[in-house]
């Protein structure tokens, strides 16, 4: 399937959402996938992995304990969309500290959030594989209000 980097950015957003992510992490998540989908490969698959994972592994905070220069991981289980914009905002805060990722789910958000590359748009068309991309509308679709005549005076579409 044929999609937009906008339609990415959007729908991985509100599946972030809809796995129980905060809305700055939804937005995290929504640039993350723009950049593994324009990675190319499987880059919608990664985030579908990442975004069940969150989903299924609240973590709480702090995601990481300092260790004089040294951040090592709170939790054994570390969901890489939480531990991936928290290893970036310490890597801008202090660029000389080492950031143990070793327990994060996907390397390639990790990997995603520490690049200090620009996004570059895609030349041509993305693409999605129409399970994955059904996936993410799932996802999504957990934030959607029941459409009832009282949804629909309050504005719901």
Excluded at 12 to 17: E, S
Excluded at 52 to 58: G, P, Q, S
Excluded at 69 to 88: E, M, N, Q, T, W
Aim: charged share 25%.
């Amino acid at each position: 399937m044929i999609v937009s980097l906008n339609e990415i950015e959007t729908t991985c957003y509100r599946a972030a959402l809809g796995a129980g992510l905060s809305h700055g992490l939804a937005e995290d998540a929504a640039a993350i996938a723009a950049r593994l989908a324009v990675s190319g490969g499987d880059g919608l698959a990664v985030m579908l992995r990442a975004l069940r994972f969150a989903d299924r592994n609240r973590t709480a905070p702090p995601v990481f304990r300092r260790d004089g220069k040294s951040f090592r991981p709170a939790h054994p289980v570390l969901p890489s969309l939480i531990a991936g914009p928290a290893a970036a905002d310490l890597k801008r805060a202090m660029p000389d500290a080492e950031i143990d990722t070793s327990g994060a789910d996907e390397p390639r958000v990790i990997a995603a959030c520490l690049s200090d590359a620009p996004l570059q748009r895609p030349a041509g068309t993305l693409e999605a594989d129409n399970r994955v991309w059904q996936e993410l509308r799932d996802l999504a679709a957990r934030t959607y209000v029941a459409a009832s005549m009282q949804s629909r005076l309050m504005g719901a579409g």
